[in-house]
């Protein structure tokens, strides 16, 4: 009995699934929505969260909000999106975020150039139209967390 039960555990264990390592490369919106099981169940964490990832799009200069421009704002932060329509906020989160969005207005001119964003993903629930769901952020702390190609 106890050799089937050890056996038991012992094949349970090995059959787990490996948790995803969100920083070994870029991925796209998509991906990280997959991999993450966004949109998630309200008030329930997801396990993404926390971990440190790389994500990639292209910024929507129409949601770049930064102090300099709406400083009545409480936050600064900005979207990325895909060709798919798919979209990802990302917050700055750093004393000073100057150096961050000067580094994104640089690239204004060039909206074809894609942004590639290292940041800590965080959760947040959406309450919408009487049902909640969980979605996902990035978090950066500094202007090296974000660089075009």
């Known amino acids: 009995m106890c050799l089937v039960v050890s056996l038991l555990i012992l094949l349970g264990t090995e059959m ?8 070994a490369e870029y991925l796209s919106i998509e ?3 997959k991999d993450c099981h966004a949109p998630g169940v309200c008030g329930k964490k997801m ?3 926390g971990q440190v990832a790389r994500v990639k799009g292209y910024i929507d200069y129409d949601n770049v909000f930064d102090k300099g421009n709406y400083p009545q704002l409480p936050y600064e932060k900005f979207k990325i999106g ?3 329509g798919k979209s990802l906020e990302v917050w700055a989160l750093s004393d000073d975020n100057r150096k ?3 580094k994104i207005y640089c690239n204004k001119a060039f909206p074809e150039k894609m942004a ?8 947040f629930d ?3 139209m009487g049902t909640c769901r969980r979605g996902i952020a990035v978090n950066i702390k500094e202007a090296n967390d974000i660089s075009f190609r």
């Open 16 to 23: 787990l699934p490996a948790q995803k390592n969100f920083s």
């Open 31 to 33: 991906e990280l929505y």
């Open 47 to 49: 396990d993404c969260e």
């Open 82 to 84: 895909d060709a798919k």
């Open 100 to 102: 961050i969005f000067q």
């Open 116 to 123: 590639f964003i290292k940041g800590t993903l965080t959760g």
């Open 126 to 128: 959406m309450p919408i």
